[in-house]
C-alpha cells in the first residue's frame, strides 16, 4: 500500500502524524521538517451542518473525487455526511460546504458478484450494488483517500491530479470483478438532461453527462482507461441494452474484468469541453500507472500552498483547525479547462488555447467577505485569473457572475457579489487583467435589471411591496456600488465615482430611526407590516437568511455612516452589545442557515461575519478582542460537527485563518484589516517575491486575550487596524498581550480603522 497506506486513522483524525513530538515542546516551527498537510483533517465539516467535501483534490483542482452516500437531504449537499454508513459510489465532482446540492458526477462504484442494475437501498443496500462501509476502515487526507466496502471486501483508494482521478481497487482473490458506472444519479436535485457511454477499445471507455440542478446546464465529459482489459455492458436505467455505446437519459454502464489480476487501476479525466481533451488531460498529467508518485506528487502541492503560512504553537486542536481551514479554502475555485487552456464558456462556446486559467465554482455572496480578500495575501499569483474568469462569464452572460457553477450561473442569492472582489483585486493594485474592462464589467452589471436593481434606477430603495428580500439587497448593492465608486475614482472617471459613490449611501432609505432597525419600505413610503427584528422567513421576508437584528450592521463600506444613524458612538455601542444579549423567537419559517448564535449573532451565516469587529470603529477595540477569541475557541472544533454552518466554500474557514492571525477585512474591498485577538504565539506569511510577514503575540494565552499595545517592524504602532500594503512589504507586526482590557488601545479617533481607502 506504501507508507500513505498505512496511515492510522486515529493519528490522521487527531492530525499529529509526525508532529506531536515538535509541538509538545511549546515554542518550536510546526514546520520543524514535518508536512504541513499531516495537520489537516479532512473530516472537520463532514459532520453536523459542515457540508464539506471528503475525497481528494488537488489545489484549486478541476477533480474532486471523493465518496457518495444516498443523498437523505439538506447536510448531504458534499454527497457525504459523518453519520451514514452506505457507500453508493465515487464521484468526480463535489461542492465544498454550499447550503444546496449539486454535482456528484460520474459515480464509479466497484463491486463483486452477479451484475447489478441499480443501487439498492439504505435499509437494504444488498439488494444492488451499493455497500456499507465504516470509519474505522476509512483513511482521509488531501491527497489520499481509503475506505473498504464491507459487503464486497473491496479496497477502494483515491488520488487526484488537477483534472485526473486515480482509483486502486483491490478485490477478493477468486471474485467476481465490477464497476459499476453511473451517469444517471448525481448529488441532491442534479439531474440528467443526456448521458452518453461507449466503449473505445479493451482498455479505454468514453463519455458525458448533461444535467440541470442548481447548475442550469451543466456539462462534463470523462475518458477513462484501465489497467487491464475490460468488457461494458450498457444499460438503459435497469435495462441491459446490446451495444458498445448507448445514449440516453439515464445511461449506467457494467464493467467485467475477467483477468488473473484482483488489484484494478482506473485513470478518469474529465473536461469541460470533450471526451478527446478529457483523454489528453490524462496523457499529459498522469502518463503511466504509479499510484503512490501521483498520491507523493498531489501531498507536494498541499504542503506548498499550506507551507504559505508557518505557525509556532502548543495548541494542536487549532492547528488542526487551521490548516484545515486552509485546505477548505483552497479547494475552490476550480479549474474549469483543459491542459490545452480549453473551455467551455457560459454561452456553451468552446474557447480555444485561452491565454488564462479558466476558473468556476464562485461562491460569491459568501467568499466576497473574506475569502477572496485572503486570496489576495496567499494566492496573488491565482488572483489575476478568477478575475478573467469572471470577465469572460461577463462577456459571455452580458452580467459578472453571481453564483458561478460548471460552466453556467445560478443566479443563487443576492447581489453581484463579484463586483467587490474585481474592486477589491484593482484597488490594491494586482496585476495582471485589464482595469478598463473589469470597470465596463462592473458599470455595466451594476446598472442592470438583475434582481430588483430596476427599482434604482427610478428610486433610491426596492419596494418591498415590489421585491423580496428588499432590504438585503439593497445593502448588498450598496456594498457594490462603493466599489464602483473607487474603482472609478481610481481610473479618473469622476461623474462615475460621484455617480455610484452617492448610490452607495441609498442603504440610508431603509433605516428606521424609531426603531433602529434596517427595515422593508414600501412603494408609498410605508414600513413593510407586521415587523419583528426576531422574525425571519427564508425567502419570503426583507431580508435573506437572516433578520432584523442581523442585518442592521451590514453597511462595512460605511460604518462611520451607520454609527450616524444611530446618532451617537454610545448608541451604536450599547446597540451592538445587545446583538451578542437579546433572544427571541424567529418563527417557524426562519432559514437553517441561521445558526452559531450568540444571542441574535449568528456566526454560522455569512451576513455577519464582520461584525464582531465593528467595535473598534468606536474605540472599543477590546470589546472585538473578547468575542472574537470566544468565537474561535468555540465555534470551531477539531471533529466532523466541527463546524457552526455550511463552510461555503472556504468562507467559514477564512473567517478562522483571518481572525487566528490577528485581523479581519471588514470592508471587503478598502485593503484594510481591523485587529482582533490574535490566536497563536507566532505565524510567518510566505508572501510574493520572496518576503514575510511576521506576527508576534507576546504574552499569548488563554487568558491574555486582550491586545495591550502593538509594534510594527519595531516601531511602536497606536492603530487598531493595518493596511494591505504593508503586510504585502513584509516585516514584523507584534502584539503585545494582557489579561485586563486596553481601553485606550484604539481608542483615539485617528487610531481607527475606516471604511474608505
Not at 457507500?87 to 446540492?101: D, M, P, Q, V, Y
Not at 472609478?488 to 442603504?507: H, I, P, Q, T
Not at 421576508?541 to 444611530?566: A, I, K, M
Request: include cysteine.
Amino acid at each position: 500500500m506504501g507508507l500513505l497506506g498505512n496511515l492510522s486513522k486515529a493519528a490522521l483524525l487527531a492530525g499529529i502524524v509526525g508532529f506531536c513530538g515538535a509541538c509538545q515542546q511549546g515554542g518550536k516551527d510546526r514546520a520543524d521538517g514535518q508536512e504541513p498537510l499531516t495537520l489537516v483533517n479532512p473530516y472537520i465539516g463532514t459532520g453536523g451542518h459542515g457540508h464539506t467535501f471528503l475525497g481528494v483534490a488537488a489545489p484549486f483542482g478541476a477533480v474532486q473525487v471523493g465518496p457518495n452516500n444516498i443523498n437523505k437531504g439538506w447536510d448531504w449537499c458534499s454527497g457525504y455526511h459523518y453519520s451514514d454508513s452506505v457507500l453508493i459510489g465515487f464521484a468526480h465532482l463535489h461542492l465544498n460546504g454550499t447550503g444546496c446540492s449539486d454535482t456528484g458526477d460520474l459515480l464509479f462504484m466497484p463491486y463483486t458478484g452477479k451484475e447489478q442494475t441499480d443501487k439498492g437501498t439504505q435499509e437494504n443496500p444488498e439488494a444492488g450494488y451499493a455497500s456499507r462501509y465504516s470509519h474505522e476502515q476509512e483513511i482521509a487526507r488531501p491527497g489520499y483517500y481509503a475506505v473498504s466496502l464491507s459487503d464486497y471486501g473491496v479496497k477502494v483508494e483515491l488520488t487526484a491530479s488537477d483534472r485526473v482521478a486515480f482509483h486502486r481497487y483491490t478485490y477478493p482473490e477468486g471474485a467476481d470483478r465490477r464497476v459499476m458506472v453511473n451517469l444517471k444519479e448525481a448529488n441532491g436535485d442534479d439531474r440528467p438532461v443526456e448521458t452518453f457511454l461507449k466503449q473505445v477499445d479493451e482498455h479505454t471507455i468514453q463519455g458525458y453527462r448533461y444535467s440541470k440542478g442548481w447548475s442550469k446546464d451543466q456539462r462534463i465529459f470523462f475518458t477513462a482507461v484501465f489497467s487491464e482489459p475490460v468488457v461494458l455492458s450498457l444499460i438503459d436505467d435497469q435495462t441491459p441494452v446490446e451495444g458498445t455505446e448507448l445514449k440516453g437519459l439515464n445511461v449506467k454502464g457494467n464493467l467485467t474484468m475477467n483477468g488473473p489480476e484482483n488489484q484494478l487501476l482506473v485513470k478518469v479525466g474529465i473536461s469541460p469541453v470533450s471526451m478527446e481533451n478529457a483523454w489528453e488531460n490524462i496523457k499529459t498529467e498522469i502518463p503511466d500507472w504509479d499510484f503512490e508518485h501521483v498520491v507523493a506528487q498531489t501531498d507536494q502541492k498541499w504542503n506548498r500552498e499550506l507551507a504559505k503560512v508557518r505557525i509556532e504553537s502548543p495548541d494542536t486542536a487549532a492547528l488542526n483547525i487551521f490548516y484545515t481551514g486552509m485546505y477548505h479554502a483552497f479547494l475552490q475555485p476550480n479549474l474549469f479547462n483543459d491542459c490545452n487552456k480549453d473551455y467551455r464558456g457560459t454561452d456553451k462556446k468552446e474557447y480555444t488555447g485561452a491565454d488564462f486559467d479558466n476558473y468556476t465554482v464562485f461562491s460569491l455572496w459568501d467568499t466576497y467577505r473574506a475569502a477572496h480578500p485572503l486570496y489576495t495575501i496567499l494566492q496573488p499569483e491565482r488572483v489575476p485569473d478568477f478575475i478573467r474568469s469572471m470577465l469572460a462569464i461577463y462577456e459571455q452572460q452580458g452580467l459578472l457572475p453571481v453564483w458561478h457553477l460548471y460552466g453556467s450561473d445560478t443566479k443563487e442569492m443576492i447581489g453581484i457579489q463579484s463586483v467587490p472582489v474585481i474592486a477589491d483585486a484593482i484597488l490594491k493594485g494586482v496585476p495582471g487583467f485589464d482595469y478598463e474592462k473589469a470597470f465596463e464589467a462592473m458599470k455595466s452589471s451594476m446598472l442592470s435589471n438583475y434582481k430588483g436593481l430596476e427599482y434604482l434606477k427610478e428610486g433610491n430603495y426596492i419596494p418591498a411591496d415590489r421585491e423580496k428580500e428588499s432590504v438585503a439587497k439593497g445593502l448588498e448593492y450598496a456594498i457594490a456600488d462603493w466599489g464602483v465608486a473607487q474603482v472609478a475614482k481610481k481610473l479618473g472617471k469622476e461623474e462615475d465615482y460621484r455617480w455610484f459613490k452617492a448610490r452607495s449611501e441609498n442603504y440610508r432609505e431603509y433605516w428606521d430611526k424609531k426603531t433602529h432597525f434596517f427595515r422593508g419600505k414600501n412603494v408609498d413610503g410605508t414600513w413593510s407590516q407586521p415587523f419583528s427584528p426576531f422574525r425571519s422567513a427564508h425567502r419570503n421576508d426583507d431580508y435573506c437568511e437572516g433578520n432584523g437584528w442581523q442585518y442592521t450592521w451590514l453597511v462595512p463600506h460605511d460604518v462611520e455612516g451607520l454609527v450616524n444613524l444611530f446618532g451617537s458612538e454610545k448608541a451604536f455601542s450599547l446597540k451592538l452589545d445587545s446583538l451578542f444579549i437579546v433572544e427571541g423567537d424567529m418563527g417557524a419559517e426562519a432559514s437553517g442557515d441561521i445558526s452559531g448564535l450568540i444571542g441574535q449573532y449568528a456566526h454560522g451565516n455569512e451576513p455577519g461575519h464582520h461584525t464582531v469587529y465593528l467595535y473598534a470603529f468606536v474605540g472599543e477595540q477590546w470589546k472585538t478582542a473578547e468575542k472574537v477569541r470566544n468565537i474561535l475557541k468555540t465555534m470551531y472544533r477539531n471533529e466532523p460537527n466541527g463546524l457552526e454552518g455550511n463552510e461555503d466554500c472556504g468562507q467559514m474557514s477564512s473567517w478562522y485563518l483571518f481572525s487566528a492571525m490577528g485581523f479581519y477585512p471588514v470592508n471587503p474591498s478598502n485593503g484594510i484589516y481591523v485587529f482582533g485577538s490574535p490566536l497563536f504565539d507566532k505565524i510567518t506569511l510566505a508572501l510574493a517575491e520572496g518576503k514575510s510577514f511576521v506576527i508576534e503575540a507576546v504574552n499569548n494565552s488563554e487568558r491574555n486575550i486582550y491586545i495591550q499595545s502593538v509594534e510594527l517592524n519595531g516601531e511602536p504602532y497606536t492603530k487598531s487596524y493595518i493596511r494591505h500594503a504593508d503586510i504585502c512589504r513584509g516585516g514584523t507586526l507584534k502584539f503585545i498581550m494582557g489579561g485586563q482590557p486596553n481601553r485606550q488601545f484604539g481608542a483615539a479617533v485617528a487610531d481607527r480603522p475606516h471604511s474608505g481607502l
